[in-house]
T-cell receptor, first 113, second 111 residues
Framework: NAGVMQNPRHLVRRRGQEARLRCSPM?????VYWYRQLPEEGLKFMVY????????ESGMPKERFSAEFPKEGPSILRIQQVVRGDSAAYFC???????????FGSGTRLTVV | DAKTTQPNSMESNEEEPVHLPCNHS???????IHWYRQLPSQGPEYVIH???SNVNNRMASLAIAEDRKSSTLILHRATLRDAAVYYC????????????FGAGTILRVKS
Protein backbone atom coordinates (compact mmCIF):
# COMPACT_ATOMS: atom_id res chain seq x y z
CA ASN A 1 0.00 0.00 0.00
CA ALA A 2 1.85 3.01 -1.32
CA GLY A 3 0.17 5.69 0.76
CA VAL A 4 -0.99 9.03 -0.59
CA MET A 5 0.99 9.94 -3.69
CA GLN A 6 1.39 13.51 -4.80
CA ASN A 7 3.11 14.68 -7.92
CA PRO A 8 5.04 16.51 -8.88
CA ARG A 9 7.06 17.03 -5.69
CA HIS A 10 8.31 20.37 -6.97
CA LEU A 11 6.70 22.58 -9.59
CA VAL A 12 7.98 25.86 -10.98
CA ARG A 13 5.65 28.08 -12.95
CA ARG A 14 5.95 31.55 -14.39
CA ARG A 15 3.37 34.14 -13.45
CA GLY A 16 0.24 33.67 -15.58
CA GLN A 17 0.76 29.97 -16.26
CA GLU A 18 -1.42 27.16 -15.00
CA ALA A 19 -0.41 24.73 -12.25
CA ARG A 20 -1.88 21.23 -11.99
CA LEU A 21 -1.25 19.28 -8.80
CA ARG A 22 -2.17 15.61 -8.64
CA CYS A 23 -3.08 13.45 -5.68
CA SER A 24 -3.69 9.71 -5.67
CA PRO A 25 -5.34 8.68 -2.39
CA MET A 26 -4.61 5.50 -0.53
CA UNK A 27 -6.24 2.43 -2.01
CA UNK A 28 -9.87 2.26 -0.93
CA UNK A 29 -10.01 5.85 0.31
CA UNK A 30 -12.78 7.90 -1.26
CA UNK A 31 -12.37 11.09 0.81
CA VAL A 32 -9.73 13.61 -0.29
CA TYR A 33 -8.69 16.88 1.35
CA TRP A 34 -6.39 19.62 0.06
CA TYR A 35 -4.42 21.95 2.33
CA ARG A 36 -2.06 24.83 1.59
CA GLN A 37 0.91 25.83 3.72
CA LEU A 38 2.49 29.19 3.01
CA PRO A 39 6.13 29.66 4.01
CA GLU A 40 6.50 29.81 7.81
CA GLU A 41 2.75 29.47 8.29
CA GLY A 42 0.30 26.79 9.34
CA LEU A 43 -1.80 24.44 7.25
CA LYS A 44 -4.96 25.95 5.83
CA PHE A 45 -7.85 23.80 4.67
CA MET A 46 -8.86 24.36 1.07
CA VAL A 47 -11.33 21.75 -0.13
CA TYR A 48 -12.86 18.37 0.71
CA UNK A 49 -13.95 16.04 -2.08
CA UNK A 50 -15.59 12.66 -2.18
CA UNK A 51 -15.54 10.83 -5.51
CA UNK A 52 -16.96 13.19 -8.15
CA UNK A 53 -18.42 15.52 -5.52
CA UNK A 54 -17.15 18.65 -3.79
CA UNK A 55 -18.32 18.39 -0.18
CA UNK A 56 -16.73 21.51 1.32
CA GLU A 57 -14.85 24.20 -0.59
CA SER A 58 -14.99 26.85 2.13
CA GLY A 59 -11.21 27.34 2.04
CA MET A 60 -10.81 27.71 -1.69
CA PRO A 61 -10.03 31.15 -3.10
CA LYS A 62 -12.99 32.36 -5.14
CA GLU A 63 -11.06 32.79 -8.36
CA ARG A 64 -8.42 30.82 -10.28
CA PHE A 65 -8.56 27.73 -8.04
CA SER A 66 -10.55 24.58 -8.75
CA ALA A 67 -10.47 20.97 -7.63
CA GLU A 68 -11.89 17.73 -8.88
CA PHE A 69 -11.86 14.06 -7.92
CA PRO A 70 -13.13 12.07 -10.90
CA LYS A 71 -14.54 8.58 -10.76
CA GLU A 72 -11.32 7.27 -12.27
CA GLY A 73 -7.92 8.76 -11.67
CA PRO A 74 -6.32 11.12 -9.18
CA SER A 75 -7.69 14.24 -7.59
CA ILE A 76 -6.49 17.41 -9.32
CA LEU A 77 -5.98 20.85 -7.79
CA ARG A 78 -5.79 23.37 -10.59
CA ILE A 79 -4.51 26.92 -10.25
CA GLN A 80 -4.98 29.17 -13.25
CA GLN A 81 -2.93 32.28 -13.98
CA VAL A 82 -0.62 31.73 -11.02
CA VAL A 83 0.76 34.69 -9.07
CA ARG A 84 3.76 34.91 -6.73
CA GLY A 85 1.45 34.64 -3.71
CA ASP A 86 0.45 31.13 -4.79
CA SER A 87 3.94 29.89 -3.96
CA ALA A 88 3.41 27.38 -1.16
CA ALA A 89 3.40 23.72 -0.24
CA TYR A 90 0.16 22.00 -1.18
CA PHE A 91 -0.72 18.87 0.76
CA CYS A 92 -3.32 16.28 -0.05
CA UNK A 93 -4.78 13.86 2.48
CA UNK A 94 -7.18 10.96 2.19
CA UNK A 95 -9.33 9.01 4.59
CA UNK A 96 -11.33 5.80 4.43
CA UNK A 97 -14.42 7.33 5.96
CA UNK A 98 -15.36 10.92 6.76
CA UNK A 99 -14.59 10.67 10.47
CA UNK A 100 -11.43 8.55 10.22
CA UNK A 101 -7.88 9.81 10.58
CA UNK A 102 -6.14 11.37 7.58
CA UNK A 103 -3.12 10.08 5.72
CA PHE A 104 -1.17 12.92 4.14
CA GLY A 105 1.02 12.93 1.10
CA SER A 106 4.49 14.50 0.99
CA GLY A 107 3.18 17.59 -0.75
CA THR A 108 3.84 19.57 -3.91
CA ARG A 109 6.01 22.64 -3.51
CA LEU A 110 4.89 25.25 -6.00
CA THR A 111 7.21 28.12 -6.82
CA VAL A 112 5.96 30.94 -8.99
CA VAL A 113 8.69 33.00 -10.63
CA ASP B 1 -10.72 29.03 14.62
CA ALA B 2 -8.80 26.00 15.82
CA LYS B 3 -10.43 25.95 19.28
CA THR B 4 -7.27 24.62 20.92
CA THR B 5 -4.43 26.35 22.77
CA GLN B 6 -0.90 24.98 22.78
CA PRO B 7 2.45 26.41 23.86
CA ASN B 8 4.42 27.83 20.95
CA SER B 9 7.47 25.70 21.63
CA MET B 10 8.95 23.16 24.02
CA GLU B 11 12.33 21.61 24.49
CA SER B 12 13.23 18.14 25.63
CA ASN B 13 16.32 16.04 26.18
CA GLU B 14 16.81 12.90 24.17
CA GLU B 15 15.65 9.68 25.85
CA GLU B 16 13.45 11.59 28.31
CA PRO B 17 9.62 11.69 28.34
CA VAL B 18 7.84 14.66 26.82
CA HIS B 19 4.44 15.96 27.86
CA LEU B 20 2.80 18.23 25.30
CA PRO B 21 -0.23 20.05 26.73
CA CYS B 22 -3.36 21.21 24.92
CA ASN B 23 -6.31 23.21 26.21
CA HIS B 24 -9.71 22.88 24.56
CA SER B 25 -12.14 24.44 27.02
CA UNK B 26 -14.98 24.73 24.48
CA UNK B 27 -15.00 21.03 23.60
CA UNK B 28 -18.41 19.43 23.22
CA UNK B 29 -19.46 15.86 23.90
CA UNK B 30 -19.04 14.59 20.35
CA UNK B 31 -15.70 16.28 19.55
CA UNK B 32 -12.73 13.97 19.13
CA ILE B 33 -9.23 15.10 20.13
CA HIS B 34 -6.68 14.42 17.40
CA TRP B 35 -2.91 14.84 17.40
CA TYR B 36 -0.81 15.11 14.28
CA ARG B 37 2.83 16.03 13.83
CA GLN B 38 4.76 17.53 10.95
CA LEU B 39 8.43 16.84 10.53
CA PRO B 40 10.49 19.39 8.55
CA SER B 41 9.68 19.39 4.84
CA GLN B 42 7.11 16.62 5.20
CA GLY B 43 3.35 16.27 5.29
CA PRO B 44 1.56 15.93 8.61
CA GLU B 45 1.47 12.49 10.20
CA TYR B 46 -1.31 11.07 12.36
CA VAL B 47 -0.19 10.40 15.92
CA ILE B 48 -3.20 9.50 18.04
CA HIS B 49 -6.79 10.42 18.80
CA UNK B 50 -9.33 9.92 21.56
CA UNK B 51 -12.74 10.88 22.87
CA UNK B 52 -12.93 10.36 26.64
CA SER B 53 -10.58 7.61 27.75
CA ASN B 54 -6.81 7.65 27.71
CA VAL B 55 -5.33 6.04 24.61
CA ASN B 56 -2.04 4.32 23.88
CA ASN B 57 -0.41 3.30 20.63
CA ARG B 58 3.09 2.53 19.46
CA MET B 59 3.91 6.20 18.92
CA ALA B 60 2.50 7.91 21.99
CA SER B 61 -0.08 8.08 24.74
CA LEU B 62 -2.96 10.51 25.04
CA ALA B 63 -4.13 11.52 28.49
CA ILE B 64 -7.52 13.25 28.53
CA ALA B 65 -8.67 15.22 31.55
CA GLU B 66 -11.84 14.05 33.25
CA ASP B 67 -13.71 17.21 32.19
CA ARG B 68 -12.18 16.88 28.68
CA LYS B 69 -11.15 20.53 28.68
CA SER B 70 -7.50 19.62 28.29
CA SER B 71 -5.33 16.78 27.12
CA THR B 72 -1.67 15.82 27.07
CA LEU B 73 0.28 14.00 24.41
CA ILE B 74 3.01 11.89 25.97
CA LEU B 75 6.10 10.73 24.11
CA HIS B 76 7.64 8.20 26.43
CA ARG B 77 11.24 8.52 25.23
CA ALA B 78 11.98 11.41 22.93
CA THR B 79 14.41 10.87 20.09
CA LEU B 80 15.92 13.35 17.70
CA ARG B 81 13.47 12.10 15.07
CA ASP B 82 10.59 13.32 17.24
CA ALA B 83 11.57 16.95 16.64
CA ALA B 84 8.55 18.33 14.81
CA VAL B 85 5.52 20.61 15.06
CA TYR B 86 2.79 18.88 17.06
CA TYR B 87 -0.81 19.84 16.37
CA CYS B 88 -3.67 19.28 18.78
CA UNK B 89 -6.95 19.40 16.84
CA UNK B 90 -10.60 19.08 17.75
CA UNK B 91 -12.59 17.13 15.18
CA UNK B 92 -15.92 18.92 15.31
CA UNK B 93 -19.16 18.40 13.43
CA UNK B 94 -19.47 22.16 12.99
CA UNK B 95 -16.50 21.99 10.65
CA UNK B 96 -17.98 19.03 8.77
CA UNK B 97 -15.50 16.75 10.46
CA UNK B 98 -12.56 18.32 8.59
CA UNK B 99 -9.33 18.90 10.48
CA UNK B 100 -8.60 22.55 11.26
CA PHE B 101 -4.94 23.05 12.12
CA GLY B 102 -3.70 25.70 14.54
CA ALA B 103 -0.14 26.88 15.04
CA GLY B 104 0.92 23.81 17.01
CA THR B 105 3.88 23.33 19.35
CA ILE B 106 7.40 23.23 17.98
CA LEU B 107 9.20 20.44 19.84
CA ARG B 108 12.98 20.64 19.94
CA VAL B 109 14.92 17.61 21.15
CA LYS B 110 18.45 18.05 22.46
CA SER B 111 21.04 15.30 22.31
Amino acid sequence: NAGVMQNPRHLVRRRGQEARLRCSPMKGHSHVYWYRQLPEEGLKFMVYLQKENIIDESGMPKERFSAEFPKEGPSILRIQQVVRGDSAAYFCASSLLANYGYTFGSGTRLTVV
Amino acid sequence: DAKTTQPNSMESNEEEPVHLPCNHSTISGTDYIHWYRQLPSQGPEYVIHGLTSNVNNRMASLAIAEDRKSSTLILHRATLRDAAVYYCILRVMEYGNKLVFGAGTILRVKS
